[in-house]
């Protein structure tokens, strides 16, 4: 077996079990803040709850790699392997009792930065349905014991295409615009609020595009191997005015070139 294929199952495995105990806690948080304490407690909780179980996984089967986490920061290890971990992708949809959010966990060699770094194996599993996706470098992209594939082509009505839009409100008149100037390319736009399963729904065809600015390293570590694995396209890209917000695009092949331009288009 492959090292990629090794960090695959490792991901998966903890995925799955991280995955639950996430499950569990919504289900129970919500009779807790009902009675005792806020529902964003509960959410916070379960956050940091879950990253520590799957730093404590990792840790016991591979202790000399690094991590970063959403809630625990970065920790370089002693080997070249660092873990990039979003323990709840999808909190706000979480908190409301949405079941689109995800656990994503990818492995990376090189600099724990992402632009300086290879993806070689990821998992996002979608505790709510039971889905998990699945990939590693060289090995495709899977859900479950299904190879997936991105669009070959559009509908002759355009792409479907899914954004989203970051917390901070001074973003938003941006974002909007950005909206504005990809739909005449789009079919129609869903906004469905986890990065992680935006790019395994492009990777499995349900999705033929995903853009947005401003995901951290651990939204899209996973969820862009999947896309490239699967035979999808992407990048992050910065631009003048908005240096420390990445653009990221991932998408068919057939439409990428578009897709980039239509979301770059009159940002200077």
């Known amino acids: 077996m492959t090292l990629a294929k090794e960090l695959e199952s490792l991901a998966v495995d903890i995925a799955r079990e991280a995955?639950?105990?996430?499950?569990?806690?919504?289900?129970?948080?919500?009779a807790i803040a009902a009675t005792k304490s806020a529902l964003a407690d509960i959410v916070t909780e379960a956050d940091r709850e879950v990253e520590e179980l799957i730093r404590?996984?990792?840790?016991?089967?591979?202790?000399?790699?690094?991590?970063?986490?959403?809630?625990?920061?970065a920790e370089r290890g002693r080997a070249d392997v660092t873990w990039v971990v979003d323990p709840i992708d999808g909190t706000v949809n979480y908190a409301y009792g949405i079941p689109a959010y995800a656990v994503s966990i990818a492995a990376v060699i090189g600099e724990p930065t992402p632009g300086e770094w290879e993806t070689v194996a990821g998992a996002v599993y979608a505790p709510a349905s039971g889905e998990m996706f699945r990939a590693?470098?060289?090995?495709?992209?899977?859900?479950?014991?299904?190879?997936?594939?991105?669009?070959?082509?559009?509908?002759?009505a355009g792409a479907l295409l899914a954004t989203g839009f970051g917390y901070d409100p001074t973003t938003h008149a941006?974002?909007?615009a950005r909206v504005g100037r990809v739909m005449p390319m789009a079919r129609?736009?869903?906004?469905g609020g986890a990065a992680s399963l935006d790019f395994a729904w492009v990777a499995s065809g349900?999705?033929?595009?995903?853009?947005?600015?401003?995901?951290?390293?651990?939204?899209?570590?996973?969820?862009?191997?999947l896309v490239t694995e699967a035979g999808g396209s992407f990048t992050f890209l910065r631009d003048a005015s908005e240096r420390a917000r990445?653009?990221?695009?991932?998408?068919?092949p057939v439409i990428f070139e578009r897709l980039v331009d239509a979301a770059l288009a009159d940002e200077a």
Do not use: C, K, M
Request: glycine share 16%; aromatic share 6%.
């Open 136 to 156: 590693a470098r060289g090995e495709g992209a899977w859900l479950g014991d299904q190879s997936l594939t991105v669009n070959a082509d559009v509908s002759a």
């Open 188 to 191: 129609d736009i869903r906004r």
């Open 19 to 30: 995955g639950e105990l996430a499950r569990v806690r919504r289900t129970a948080g919500v």
């Open 206 to 225: 349900r999705l033929d595009g995903y853009f947005e600015r401003g995901l951290a390293p651990w939204d899209h570590a996973a969820g862009s191997l």
């Open 56 to 73: 404590a996984r990792l840790a016991g089967a591979r202790p000399d790699d690094g991590f970063l986490g959403e809630e625990t920061g």
């Open 174 to 176: 941006g974002d909007l």
């Open 246 to 252: 990445h653009l990221i695009v991932a998408s068919t």
